[in-house]
């Protein structure tokens, strides 16, 4: 059982032993009220006279041994009212009680409310967790795509490169070659011209 219910069931276990043991005094209560209203005269005595009750309780005309036993045993309005005081200390717990019992329920509702709230969140989290692990997964396998075609790309482009180098190795090579043919050919141009024109002279 969750903590919240243990205590709700501790503070209705507690409740109900508090009603159950305040009955008693409850019962002795009323009791006591009813057979304080019977003994209790409905008219008032003459002006003058006692009634057997006052004549019994006036030290006046009650005997020193009676008044003395009397004294040691407690009167029906000693218990009234001592069972008044306990009826209101009962009353007082019994308030006590109620108001722990409405605050506890008050929490008990906030914390199903919460319970409910966080329920529902910790829902919606595991919901948006499992869409962005997802959208992970499809992010990490397109890094590895473009991640591959970047090794390739730069290997192609490495390639060409050294492909470049040589074609200009080589094209410099050729213009060198041109370029001595071109002088071996004007410097054999420029003989058979020189010669062409010797031969002219003497003609």
């Known amino acids: 059982m969750a903590p919240w219910g243990e205590e709700y069931s501790v503070a209705l276990a507690v409740r109900d032993r508090r009603e159950k043991a305040n009955s008693a005094i409850y019962d002795a209560y009323t009791k006591l009220a009813d057979r304080a209203s019977r003994s209790t005269p409905t008219t008032a005595p003459p002006s003058g006279a006692q009634s057997p009750a006052a004549a019994a309780r006036s030290p006046s005309t009650t005997d020193p041994k009676k008044q003395s036993k009397g004294e040691s045993a407690q009167s029906p309005h000693d218990l009234l009212a001592l069972t008044r005081a306990d009826l209101s200390e009962a ?12 605050r506890t329920t008050a929490d008990l509702e906030k ?10 969140r910790i829902k919606t989290l595991e919901q948006d967790a499992t869409h962005l692990q997802l959208r992970l997964k499809d992010r990490d396998e397109e890094l590895r795509g473009k991640a591959k075609l970047l090794d390739d790309f730069q290997d192609e482009l490495a390639s060409l490169n050294l492909q470049l180098n040589m074609a200009e190795e080589r094209t410099g090579r050729l213009q ?10 004007m410097v054999r141009m420029g003989r058979e011209a020189e010669a062409m024109n010797d031969a002219s002279k003497y003609s």
């Open 176 to 185: 060198r070659e041109n370029q001595e043919l071109v002088d071996r050919w």
């Open 91 to 102: 009353q007082r717990s019994r308030s006590e009680l109620q108001d722990r019992l409405n």
């Open 111 to 120: 914390l199903r409310k919460r319970n409910t709230l966080d329920g529902r």
